[in-house]
């Protein structure tokens, strides 16, 4: 069974560009939910994705946004990067009812210069 | 304002004696805890959980411990092995939601 893909693996932006970053979860998986890794701030959750729908947001400005596809593949698009933007970007699915327990990418590392 | 903190950043120990990883939390709705292990330049792995329900939950070496009255849990790892080195973040969830609040992180160095 494939593990959660994420592509590309590495990505270097311009500030101001915007980025579009992929995310496949695992087969059956349903809910998507993407998480922003820096040094400083940690793990934070951006958003959370089922059947489509945005079910959940974290505190991030409305630069940051993401869509999730009837094949449950889902997207996070950042516009006019920062350089503050520069992190691992992680994605994680879990079935439809299961608590907690998400499956993690390799996540992909956007730096913005 | 961090919900969930692990107060130590690292921690050392040697091959084949136990590692106690520690995590607080102050949300009172989190009703589910996990812990998950990364290694660099992978995704985190899930490790082990825990319900608000119980109080201890054992999976082979790893056994996790949750105070609810302090807010506290915590990760043991007995016997700790090198491979057990990587950073290893407690999570938090709630029933409101589907997203999970992890801590900082506790980088893990066993030494053989």
């Known amino acids: 069974k494939a593990g959660v893909t994420q592509t590309p693996r590495y990505l270097i932006k311009t500030r101001g560009q915007q980025v579009t970053l992929s995310c496949s979860p695992i087969?059956?998986?349903?809910?998507v939910s993407w998480y922003q890794q820096t040094p400083g701030q940690g793990l934070q959750f951006l958003f959370e994705?089922?059947?489509?729908?945005?079910?959940n947001k974290g505190n991030f400005p409305g630069r940051f946004s993401g869509r999730q596809f009837s094949n449950s593949r889902s997207e996070m698009n950042v516009s006019t990067l920062e350089l503050g933007d520069s992190a691992l970007y992680l994605c994680?699915?879990?079935?439809?009812?299961?608590?907690?327990?998400?499956?993690f990418g390799q996540g992909t590392r956007l730096t913005v210069v | 304002d961090q919900q969930v903190k692990q107060n130590s950043p690292s921690l050392s120990v040697q091959e084949g004696r136990i590692s106690i990883l520690n995590c607080d939390y102050t949300?009172?709705?989190?009703?589910?805890f996990l812990w998950y292990k990364k290694y660099p330049a992978e995704g985190p792995t899930f490790l082990i959980s825990?319900?608000?329900?119980?109080d201890k939950n054992e999976d082979g070496r790893f056994t996790v411990f949750l105070n609810k009255s302090a807010k506290h849990l915590s990760l043991h790892i007995v016997p700790s092995q090198p491979g057990d080195s990587a950073v290893y973040f407690c999570?938090?969830?709630?029933?409101?939601?589907?997203?999970?609040?992890f801590g900082g992180g506790t980088r893990l160095m066993v030494k053989p």
């Open positions: 994705y089922f059947s489509e729908t945005q079910r």
């Open positions: 999570a938090a969830i709630n029933n409101a939601g589907n997203m999970l609040t």
């Open positions: 825990i319900s608000s329900i119980k």
């Open positions: 087969s059956g998986h349903r809910s």
């Open positions: 994680a699915s879990s079935f439809e009812d299961a608590i907690g327990e998400a499956f």
């Open positions: 949300n009172s709705m989190f009703d589910y």
